[in-house]
Each structure stands twice: as C-alpha cells, then as structure tokens.
C-alpha cells in the first residue's frame, strides 16, 4: 500500500504546472511525493494497551510559490494481481508564504508529537514564537494538512 501526493491550486483544484525559472523548468512542489505504509504500534494512553496503526509520512515535501494550495492524496494498493488505485483524499487549503512573509512555526499538534516519538525524524515546535512583525498574534500554519 502507497499513497501519492500532488500539488492542485485550491480554487480551481487543477495540478500546478511547473514553473519557468530562467532557461529552465521548476517543479513547483519538491521532495518525495510517494510514501509506503508504516505500521507503528504505540500504547494506548486508556490501559497501556497496545494499538497497531499505519501513517504515510512525506517528511521533505516542499512547495516553491507561494499562494493557496491543497493537496490531492492517491491511494495505491499492491496485492497478488498487482497495483489498483484504491481511493483518493482532498486536504484543507493551506498557505504558502513568501520568505518575508512567514509568520513562524506554530505550535506541534499531537500527530506531529506522536510522530516524533514514534522515531520519525519530524521538526517539532514547543512553544509558538511571535512573528517580527508587530501584529501581537501567531497566524495558523498547517503541518499536516489531512482534513
């Protein structure tokens, strides 16, 4: 079982198209954009019990342009006849910011925390910092855009 990510514009939900740098093309999304099925197993917090779970993490996915962006998720499963597409999920809409613009990392939401603990190499915020900007109040910032 493996999942595919593309990049769509959150208006139109059509892909985004490579963008022209100068003499050349640009993906606009950068990383590893198929991600396999990893099987945790994590105690429950009600008993101690043991519960087994799969994630599909994309750890270095990145996006170059800044605007408004969903992501469409395509789910893949392998068995004895070979690969058939299983289903497909559409994230909420999440900003990219320019450089300047980028109002910080927010706080870690327990997903990212489970992760971490789960042995993925994740970035983890503790607290929230405020922006330099003097708005007083930390903007929201999607880490995980499932939804």
């Known amino acids: 079982m493996f999942l595919k990510v593309t ?10 198209l490579p963008v022209r740098s100068r003499e050349r093309e640009m993906e606009a999304m950068v990383g590893i954009t198929v991600a396999p099925l990893q099987r945790r197993v994590r105690n ?32 893949y499963v392998n068995d004895e006849y070979g690969t058939s ?11 990219v910011y320019a450089a300047k613009e980028f109002p910080g990392m927010g706080i870690a ?30 903007q929201n910032v999607v880490f995980l855009p499932f939804g």
């Not at 990049?7 to 985004?16: A, G, K, N």
């Not at 994309?58 to 395509?74: K, N, T």
């Not at 597409?85 to 900003?95: C, D, H, V």
């Open 7 to 16: 990049l769509i514009h959150s208006d139109t939900l059509e892909p985004v």
């Open 44 to 75: 429950d917090d009600h008993g101690g019990v043991s519960v087994s779970h799969g994630t599909f993490v994309f750890p270095d996915i990145s996006v170059r342009q800044e605007g408004l962006y969903r992501l469409l998720y395509y789910l």
């Open 85 to 95: 597409f299983a289903g497909s999920l559409l994230s909420r809409t999440f900003q």
């Open 109 to 138: 939401t327990e997903t990212t925390e489970q992760l971490k603990n789960g042995g993925l190499k994740v970035r983890v915020n503790k607290a929230a910092r405020m922006t330099r900007k003097t708005t007083g109040r930390m």
